[in-house]
Protein backbone atom coordinates (compact mmCIF):
# COMPACT_ATOMS: atom_id res chain seq x y z
CA UNK A 1 0.00 0.00 0.00
CA UNK A 2 1.52 3.58 -0.01
CA UNK A 3 3.31 5.25 2.42
CA UNK A 4 4.73 8.68 2.90
CA UNK A 5 7.52 9.50 5.28
CA UNK A 6 8.51 12.76 7.07
CA UNK A 7 11.45 13.48 9.30
CA UNK A 8 9.83 14.25 12.89
CA UNK A 9 11.39 17.61 13.42
CA UNK A 10 13.62 20.32 12.06
CA UNK A 11 14.97 23.28 14.06
CA UNK A 12 15.83 26.50 11.90
CA UNK A 13 16.78 30.03 13.09
CA UNK A 14 14.43 32.99 12.35
CA UNK A 15 15.41 34.49 8.60
CA UNK A 16 17.29 30.73 7.32
CA UNK A 17 16.15 28.75 4.94
CA UNK A 18 13.88 25.30 5.86
CA UNK A 19 14.02 22.38 3.83
CA UNK A 20 11.15 19.70 4.78
CA UNK A 21 11.89 16.55 2.99
CA UNK A 22 9.10 14.02 2.41
CA UNK A 23 9.30 10.43 0.42
CA UNK A 24 6.13 8.61 -1.27
CA UNK A 25 5.45 4.89 -2.69
CA UNK A 26 2.76 5.10 -4.70
CA UNK A 27 4.47 5.93 -8.05
CA UNK A 28 0.90 6.43 -9.85
CA UNK A 29 0.48 9.37 -7.51
CA UNK A 30 -1.31 11.98 -9.33
CA UNK A 31 -1.26 15.09 -7.29
CA UNK A 32 1.15 15.90 -4.41
CA UNK A 33 0.69 18.37 -1.55
CA UNK A 34 2.00 20.07 1.75
CA UNK A 35 -0.40 21.15 4.65
CA UNK A 36 0.40 23.56 7.41
CA UNK A 37 -0.88 22.71 10.96
CA UNK A 38 -0.53 25.02 13.55
CA UNK A 39 -1.49 24.44 17.37
CA UNK A 40 -4.96 23.48 17.67
CA UNK A 41 -6.26 24.26 14.23
CA UNK A 42 -6.96 22.59 11.30
CA UNK A 43 -5.39 21.54 7.73
CA UNK A 44 -4.42 25.02 5.44
CA UNK A 45 -3.61 23.71 2.30
CA UNK A 46 -0.37 25.89 1.20
CA UNK A 47 0.80 24.22 -2.06
CA UNK A 48 0.66 21.04 -4.10
CA UNK A 49 2.04 20.15 -7.19
CA UNK A 50 1.34 17.85 -10.60
CA UNK A 51 3.07 14.77 -10.73
CA UNK A 52 5.05 15.95 -14.26
CA UNK A 53 6.19 18.85 -12.83
CA UNK A 54 9.66 19.06 -11.24
CA UNK A 55 9.01 22.05 -9.30
CA UNK A 56 6.84 24.94 -8.12
CA UNK A 57 7.50 28.49 -6.77
CA UNK A 58 4.81 30.45 -5.18
CA UNK A 59 6.47 33.05 -2.74
CA UNK A 60 8.61 32.18 0.15
CA UNK A 61 7.60 28.33 -0.96
CA UNK A 62 9.28 26.22 -3.16
CA UNK A 63 8.14 22.48 -3.67
CA UNK A 64 11.24 19.86 -5.55
CA UNK A 65 9.84 16.58 -7.02
CA UNK A 66 12.19 14.01 -7.55
CA UNK A 67 9.82 11.69 -9.65
CA UNK A 68 12.53 9.27 -9.86
CA UNK A 69 13.29 9.02 -6.62
CA UNK A 70 9.88 9.62 -5.24
CA UNK A 71 10.65 12.63 -3.14
CA UNK A 72 9.07 15.81 -2.39
CA UNK A 73 10.53 18.54 -0.52
CA UNK A 74 9.27 22.02 0.63
CA UNK A 75 11.72 25.20 1.00
CA UNK A 76 10.69 28.09 2.99
CA UNK A 77 12.70 30.75 2.33
CA UNK A 78 13.21 33.55 5.17
CA UNK A 79 11.67 31.74 7.29
CA UNK A 80 9.71 33.27 10.23
CA UNK A 81 9.20 32.82 13.61
CA UNK A 82 4.91 32.65 12.26
CA UNK A 83 5.83 29.43 10.21
CA UNK A 84 6.43 27.86 13.45
CA UNK A 85 3.54 24.86 12.79
CA UNK A 86 3.71 21.17 11.86
CA UNK A 87 3.70 20.51 8.28
CA UNK A 88 1.92 17.44 6.45
CA UNK A 89 3.14 15.90 2.91
CA UNK A 90 0.58 14.02 1.37
CA UNK A 91 -0.51 12.47 -2.08
CA UNK A 92 -3.45 11.93 -3.79
CA UNK A 93 -4.04 8.06 -5.14
CA UNK A 94 -4.69 7.63 -8.42
CA UNK A 95 -8.35 7.11 -8.20
CA UNK A 96 -8.32 10.65 -7.33
CA UNK A 97 -10.00 10.51 -3.54
CA UNK A 98 -8.48 9.82 -0.85
CA UNK A 99 -4.96 12.18 0.46
CA UNK A 100 -2.66 9.79 1.94
CA UNK A 101 -0.53 11.92 4.56
CA UNK A 102 2.83 11.75 5.95
CA UNK A 103 3.22 11.72 9.96
CA UNK A 104 3.90 15.21 10.03
CA UNK A 105 7.02 17.67 10.37
CA UNK A 106 7.42 19.97 12.88
CA UNK A 107 8.88 23.10 12.31
CA UNK A 108 10.27 25.40 15.30
CA UNK A 109 11.83 28.56 14.62
CA UNK A 110 14.13 30.10 16.68
CA UNK A 111 14.69 34.03 16.97
CA UNK B 1 -10.53 30.57 6.42
CA UNK B 2 -11.23 27.66 4.28
CA UNK B 3 -14.87 28.55 4.20
CA UNK B 4 -15.49 24.73 5.83
CA UNK B 5 -17.40 24.41 8.67
CA UNK B 6 -17.55 21.96 11.36
CA UNK B 7 -19.52 21.65 14.49
CA UNK B 8 -19.16 21.08 17.53
CA UNK B 9 -15.69 21.80 17.97
CA UNK B 10 -15.09 20.26 21.24
CA UNK B 11 -17.25 17.25 22.11
CA UNK B 12 -16.49 15.04 25.19
CA UNK B 13 -18.72 11.80 25.78
CA UNK B 14 -18.61 8.48 27.68
CA UNK B 15 -17.68 5.21 26.25
CA UNK B 16 -20.63 3.29 24.59
CA UNK B 17 -22.38 6.43 23.78
CA UNK B 18 -22.72 7.90 19.88
CA UNK B 19 -22.17 10.99 18.63
CA UNK B 20 -22.47 12.76 15.50
CA UNK B 21 -20.30 15.42 13.77
CA UNK B 22 -21.44 17.96 11.15
CA UNK B 23 -19.70 19.50 7.74
CA UNK B 24 -20.96 22.21 5.47
CA UNK B 25 -18.39 22.06 2.81
CA UNK B 26 -17.58 25.08 0.90
CA UNK B 27 -20.18 26.54 -1.32
CA UNK B 28 -20.13 25.22 -4.87
CA UNK B 29 -18.31 22.44 -3.65
CA UNK B 30 -20.09 18.86 -4.27
CA UNK B 31 -17.41 16.26 -2.45
CA UNK B 32 -16.90 15.83 1.43
CA UNK B 33 -14.23 14.24 2.99
CA UNK B 34 -13.76 12.63 6.16
CA UNK B 35 -10.45 12.19 8.19
CA UNK B 36 -9.34 11.37 11.49
CA UNK B 37 -6.52 12.78 13.24
CA UNK B 38 -5.13 10.63 16.37
CA UNK B 39 -1.43 10.26 17.74
CA UNK B 40 -0.89 6.64 17.57
CA UNK B 41 -2.65 6.36 13.66
CA UNK B 42 -1.57 9.86 12.39
CA UNK B 43 -4.10 11.04 9.48
CA UNK B 44 -6.52 8.83 7.93
CA UNK B 45 -8.75 9.21 5.54
CA UNK B 46 -12.20 7.23 6.16
CA UNK B 47 -14.92 8.18 3.56
CA UNK B 48 -15.84 10.39 0.54
CA UNK B 49 -19.10 11.32 -0.98
CA UNK B 50 -20.02 13.14 -4.10
CA UNK B 51 -23.21 14.84 -4.42
CA UNK B 52 -25.13 12.50 -1.71
CA UNK B 53 -23.67 9.27 -2.87
CA UNK B 54 -20.37 7.57 -1.29
CA UNK B 55 -17.66 7.80 -3.74
CA UNK B 56 -15.06 5.83 -1.39
CA UNK B 57 -14.10 4.58 1.51
CA UNK B 58 -10.87 4.36 3.56
CA UNK B 59 -10.64 2.64 7.02
CA UNK B 60 -13.40 3.17 8.57
CA UNK B 61 -14.80 1.06 11.33
CA UNK B 62 -18.07 -0.31 11.05
CA UNK B 63 -19.37 1.30 14.15
CA UNK B 64 -18.58 4.68 12.14
CA UNK B 65 -21.05 5.97 9.38
CA UNK B 66 -21.70 9.14 7.49
CA UNK B 67 -24.04 10.70 5.20
CA UNK B 68 -24.43 13.95 2.89
CA UNK B 69 -27.48 15.44 2.36
CA UNK B 70 -29.36 17.19 -0.36
CA UNK B 71 -28.19 20.68 0.48
CA UNK B 72 -24.59 18.90 0.68
CA UNK B 73 -23.92 19.00 4.24
CA UNK B 74 -22.77 15.86 5.84
CA UNK B 75 -22.35 13.83 9.15
CA UNK B 76 -20.45 11.61 10.46
CA UNK B 77 -22.61 9.35 13.14
CA UNK B 78 -19.95 7.43 15.46
CA UNK B 79 -21.69 4.96 17.72
CA UNK B 80 -20.80 2.48 20.83
CA UNK B 81 -17.70 4.93 20.82
CA UNK B 82 -14.56 3.57 22.71
CA UNK B 83 -11.37 5.24 24.34
CA UNK B 84 -9.64 4.89 20.93
CA UNK B 85 -12.06 6.72 19.45
CA UNK B 86 -10.95 10.27 20.89
CA UNK B 87 -8.77 12.11 17.74
CA UNK B 88 -9.46 14.87 15.58
CA UNK B 89 -12.28 14.50 12.94
CA UNK B 90 -11.10 16.83 9.86
CA UNK B 91 -13.99 17.31 6.99
CA UNK B 92 -12.97 18.72 3.80
CA UNK B 93 -14.54 19.94 0.85
CA UNK B 94 -13.43 19.52 -3.05
CA UNK B 95 -15.25 20.61 -5.94
CA UNK B 96 -15.00 17.54 -7.84
CA UNK B 97 -15.42 13.98 -6.77
CA UNK B 98 -11.85 13.30 -7.75
CA UNK B 99 -10.80 16.38 -5.24
CA UNK B 100 -7.37 17.45 -6.74
CA UNK B 101 -7.37 20.26 -3.72
CA UNK B 102 -9.25 19.83 -0.94
CA UNK B 103 -9.99 22.29 2.01
CA UNK B 104 -9.74 21.05 5.48
CA UNK B 105 -12.54 22.79 8.42
CA UNK B 106 -10.79 23.57 11.62
CA UNK B 107 -11.89 19.57 13.00
CA UNK B 108 -13.93 18.73 16.19
CA UNK B 109 -11.68 16.76 19.13
CA UNK B 110 -13.86 14.40 20.38
CA UNK B 111 -12.92 13.04 24.09
CA UNK B 112 -13.92 9.36 25.20
CA UNK B 113 -14.00 8.91 28.57
Known amino acids: GEDVEQSLFLSVREGDSSVINCTYTDSSSTYLYWYKQEPGAGLQLLTY?????DMKQDQRLTVLLNKKDKHLSLRIADTQTGDSAIYFC???????????FGGGTRLMVKP | DSGVTQTPKHLITATGQRVTLRCSPR?????VYWYQQSLDQGLQFLIQ???????AKGNILERFSAQQFPDLHSELNLSSLELGDSALYFCASATSGTGETQYFGPGTRLLVL
Open chain 2, 49 to 55: YYNGEER
Open chain 1, 49 to 53: IFSNM
Open chain 1, 90 to 100: AEMSNAGNMLT
Open chain 2, 27 to 31: SGDLS
